[in-house]
């Protein structure tokens, strides 16, 4: 778990994923300044944390590289529910965890099948899979 891969930051736009200060986050915003005479151009990055919500922003040369992280998108079957929390096992692993249920995720019930991605080392709830 946990793994990233280096990208220019040049290359990335908006909803791109990055790691800043070594959270997961979304890009909202980029945009480069033209360079000076002998420098380089700027890419200011501005992004929001996956997990916290927080706004990061970042400013570094356009031929330097930054983390990207690499997502992994499993699946699950919710056991339990109690509150905003899901006890859910994982379809290969049979592992057996709590998922936060993201505020606008609607049918989350007991027995239905999550798709939930596994961001360095954080489980994020994305949708409810449809029954087959």
């Known amino acids: 778990m946990g793994e990233t891969v280096p990208k220019s930051v040049a290359t990335l736009s908006k909803g791109n994923y990055v790691i800043i200060d070594g959270v997961a986050s979304i890009v909202s915003d980029t945009s480069t300044s033209r360079p000076g005479k002998h420098g380089h151009a700027k890419v200011r990055l501005v992004a929001v944390g996956m997990i916290d919500g927080k706004k990061r922003e970042l400013v570094m040369p356009g031929h330097d590289n930054i983390d990207v992280p690499i997502i992994e998108k499993k699946t ?39 798709l939930y991605w596994v961001i360095l080392n954080d489980r994020v709830m994305k949708q409810v899979k449809p029954d087959n």
């Open 76 to 114: 699950a079957q919710v056991l339990s529910i109690n509150g905003t929390t899901a006890n859910v096992m994982d379809a290969e692993t049979f592992e057996t965890f709590d998922l936060k249920i993201p505020e606008d995720l609607e049918g989350v019930v007991e027995g239905s099948n999550i």
